[in-house]
């Protein structure tokens, strides 16, 4: 009897280290030793029409590191006109790994864009949700979700149905807002600021569009504190 608590204590205590050591590589596959920040997205997070420099996730990435915040350049997946699903297909692609101390998604305009259903909408984005806390290793506090910034006050709306455009931005929000909260992942609400645009172009990038760097800088503004001492908290 005695023998047996001891062959049975040595096989769980070896399935233990090796559950460790499997833990261990996942999180550091990525490569990295110092905090790392994985962005994933659309036009909005790659910045188009902006210079690299003012992207929001890059705008982070140097905000935090003024406050003497460690933290390796944002890795970016992300491409203008993506929708969920598109997303998901180029995070398999590029295989990001886990390990990752911040991970940003913000998605779903496209599928707005193109007519898509909410319905659709919730089940893909519950997808890239655990998706997104699967490389964050399972934390979810490390996931971070923005809204969908409401394009309608551009330049590039003009002429079409902007009230009809709003509300579906709000639909496909609320629909966020309710995944964010299962999944149990911070939201943060950047459309507010978007709208700003309906009364100063200068938060409108050069194509009539997508968002200056200016607005980007105000939308970082918004994430700052939650990210500053969530990254803090993890190096306690």
């Excluded at 996730?57 to 406050?67: E, I, K, S, Y």
């Excluded at 319905?119 to 949700?129: K, M, S, T, V």
């Excluded at 009809?164 to 929000?173: L, P, Q, R």
Aim: aromatic share 8%.
């Amino acid at each position: 009897m005695g023998k047996g608590i001891c062959v049975l204590f040595l096989y769980l205590s070896l399935a233990l280290l090796a559950c460790q050591s499997i833990n261990k590589e996942e999180d550091m596959d990525i490569g990295i030793t110092v905090p790392a920040y994985l962005a994933l997205g659309d036009s909005y997070t790659i910045g188009e029409s902006v210079n690299e420099e003012q992207r929001w996730p890059v705008q982070l990435v140097d905000r935090l590191r003024a406050d003497s915040v460690d933290i390796a350049d944002a890795r970016i997946i992300a491409r203008t006109g993506w929708t969920t699903d598109e997303l998901m297909a180029g995070i398999e692609e590029a295989d990001p790994g886990r390990g990752y101390k911040l991970v940003s998604l913000m998605i779903g305009v496209n599928n707005q864009y193109r007519g898509r259903d909410t319905d659709n909408f919730r089940e893909e984005l519950a997808g890239l949700i655990d998706t997104a806390i699967s490389c964050a290793s399972g934390i979810a506090d490390n996931v971070i979700v923005l809204s969908i910034p409401d394009w309608s006050v551009t330049p590039f709306a003009a002429g079409r149905d902007q009230e009809k455009i709003a509300a579906e931005i709000d639909s496909f929000n609320s629909v966020i807002v309710q995944e964010c909260n299962e999944a149990g992942v911070k939201y943060f609400d950047v459309t507010g600021i978007s709208r700003k645009a309906s009364t100063d172009l200068s938060l409108v990038a050069g194509d009539g569009l997508h968002p200056s760097g200016k607005m980007y800088e105000m939308w970082v503004e918004v994430l700052y504190p939650y990210v500053k001492e969530l990254l803090r908290q993890q190096a306690d």
